[in-house]
C-alpha cells in the first residue's frame, strides 16, 4: 500500500500486542471497514466519551486532548447540543425551501470576513467546499491549472484529491497541477521568505502555460496545515499579486485555520492582510456536525452561477446551520480567539524555554492554538528526525495526551487542541511533554 504523509505518518501499523479486546475491534474494524481506513497510534485507543478538551476511553481513562480542531468549542458543547436537538425536533430538510436558520447564520458569518466577500454556498465537507471552489475558479478562469504546496491536503473527492500530494504516490496529481514548497520559515530567511515563496508561485504558473494549461487557481491553506505549520504572514502578499497578475484566482482552504483557530483573527488568512477570492471552510464549523461552506467575491461566484444551477441536499440543513449558528456563538461570546492567544502564547513560550535544554526541539512556531514542534537531529544542519518524532507521539498517547505529526519527512509535532483548551490543561500538557523529551535526550 503507498505511503501517505497524512495519513500513515501516524497510523497504526500492527507492530504492538494488543489486549484481547482492543485487537477483536482493530480486526473487526479491518473487516468491516476495509484497510484503508487509517487508525491513529501504534496501541490504537477506544474513545467512548468526550467533555471540552478531554476524551475517555472504554475503561475510564482522561485524555487530554491537543489534537482535535473539529471540537473546536470542546467535546459535547452543551450549546451546541441544545441548538441541535431543539432543531431535530422541529424540522430538518433540504435547501430548496424558505428557512431562517441559514439566513440569519449567514448574514453573521459573511460579517467575518472583508466586505468584498458577499456570497456562500454550503456543503458537507471541506472536500465538497474546495471541489466547488475549484469549479468556480475554473468557470471564472477559462484555465484548469491549479497550484498547491508540495504537501498539501485539500480533500477526498476525484478532483481535489488529485491536488492533495499528502495522500501518497498512490493518489496520482493532475496533469493540470503543479506544486510549490511551503514557506519553510526556519531553513529561508524570514526577510525573503515573501519574494521566495512568489518566485515560486511564478515558476509554476509559468510552467503549467508551457504544457498547456491555463492557469486557474493557486489553492492553498494560509498555515500550511499539511506541509508543517508556517506561520510567517509575510508570505501570501507577493503570492496573490502574483496569480491575480496571471488571471487566476487565490481560494484560500480555511478549513484548518478558519474560526478563529489562529488567535489573532477569525481567518487564517487575514493575518496575511489579503483577501482572498473564494473561501473554503468546514471541520470546526459545526462542532462535529458534518457542514461546510464556501465564501466568495460575488463576481467570481457570478460567472458559475450563470451557467451552473447549484443544490446540495444535505448541505445548508436547519439541523446543521443550528449547530454552526451555537459554535459561531461561542466562538465571539466567549472570546475565543483572544483566549486562543493568551493559551497559545503562553504555550509556545514555555516550549521555547524547554528548547533551549533539549536541542532536539529544533523550532517551536504556531499562532493562537496551532503550534509545530520540529524534531532535528542536530540543531546546526536543521537534519529531519521521523523516528523520534513518532516516538515522542506513542509516548505522549501512553501517558494519554493525543497529539500527531505532520509535514513531508514527519517530523514536525503538530498540537492543535480545541479552542476551550485551559491554562490547566496547559500544564498537564507541558509536564508529560517535558518528561517525554527528558527520557528521549
Known amino acids: 500500500m503507498a505511503f501517505s504523509t497524512i495519513m500513515d505518518s501516524n497510523s497504526y501499523t500492527g507492530g504492538e500486542e494488543l489486549d484481547p479486546t482492543t485487537d477483536a475491534m482493530v480486526e473487526k474494524r479491518r473487516s468491516t471497514l476495509g484497510p484503508s481506513y487509517r487508525l491513529f497510534y501504534n496501541r490504537p485507543v477506544h474513545l467512548v466519551k468526550g467533555a471540552g478538551a478531554h476524551l475517555y476511553d472504554a475503561d475510564g481513562n482522561k485524555y487530554l486532548d491537543a489534537y482535535n480542531n473539529v471540537a473546536s468549542v470542546g467535546h459535547c458543547n452543551p450549546r451546541v447540543i441544545e441548538a441541535v436537538t431543539r432543531q431535530m425536533s422541529e424540522l430538518n430538510t433540504h435547501t430548496r425551501y424558505l428557512h431562517g436558520g441559514i439566513l440569519d447564520y449567514s448574514e453573521q458569518l459573511l460579517a467575518t470576513f472583508p466586505s468584498e466577500i458577499s456570497s456562500i454556498m454550503y456543503t458537507c465537507t471541506g472536500s465538497e467546499a474546495n471541489d466547488l471552489a475549484v469549479r468556480v475558479a475554473e468557470q471564472y478562469s477559462g484555465g484548469t491549472g491549479v497550484i498547491v504546496t508540495e504537501e498539501a491536503y485539500h480533500g477526498n473527492s476525484a478532483l481535489i484529491s488529485a491536488m492533495s500530494p499528502s495522500l501518497g504516490v498512490g493518489v496520482p496529481l493532475g496533469t493540470n497541477v503543479r506544486t510549490v514548497p511551503a514557506p519553510d520559515s526556519y531553513r529561508i530567511d524570514p526577510a525573503v521568505l515573501g519574494t521566495w515563496f512568489a518566485d515560486q508561485i511564478s515558476a509554476a504558473i509559468a510552467d503549467l502555460e508551457r504544457h498547456g494549461h491555463k492557469f486557474s487557481a493557486l489553492l492553498l491553506d494560509s498555515i500550511f496545515s499539511s506541509d508543517g505549520i508556517y506561520v510567517d504572514p509575510s508570505v501570501l502578499g507577493p503570492a496573490v499579486e502574483v496569480v491575480h497578475r496571471a488571471g487566476g484566482v487565490f481560494i484560500a482552504d480555511e478549513v484548518q485555520p478558519g474560526f478563529s483557530r489562529t488567535g489573532e483573527a477569525m481567518w487564517g488568512f487575514q493575518r496575511h492582510g489579503v483577501v482572498p477570492d473564494l473561501v473554503t471552510m468546514g471541520k ?66 514555555e516550549l521555547r524555554v524547554l528548547a533551549k535544554e533539549y536541542p532536539l526541539l529544533g523550532d517551536i512556531r504556531g499562532t493562537g492554538l496551532y503550534t509545530g514542534i520540529e524534531i532535528v537531529t542536530d540543531p546546526d ?61
Open 284 to 349: 470546526p464549523m459545526g462542532n462535529g456536525i458534518p457542514v461546510a461552506a464556501m465564501a466568495a467575491r460575488p463576481e467570481i461566484l457570478d460567472v458559475f452561477a450563470r451557467e451552473t444551477p447549484y443544490f446540495n441536499t444535505f448541505g445548508g440543513n436547519p439541523v446543521s446551520m443550528a449547530a454552526a449558528q451555537a459554535v459561531l456563538d461561542v466562538i465571539v461570546g466567549d472570546g475565543l480567539a483572544e483566549h486562543a492567544v493568551a493559551v497559545g502564547d503562553q504555550w509556545r513560550a
Open 381 to 441: 544542519t536543521k537534519e529531519h528526525d521521523r523516528g523520534t518524532a513518532q516516538r515522542i507521539v506513542d509516548m505522549m498517547r501512553d501517558n494519554r495526551v493525543l497529539i500527531s505529526v505532520c509535514g513531508g519527512h514527519g517530523n514536525i509535532l503538530k498540537v492543535r487542541p480545541p479552542l476551550v483548551f485551559s491554562m490547566s490543561d496547559l500544564d498537564w500538557f507541558m509536564t508529560v511533554f517535558s518528561a517525554v523529551v527528558k527520557e528521549l535526550a
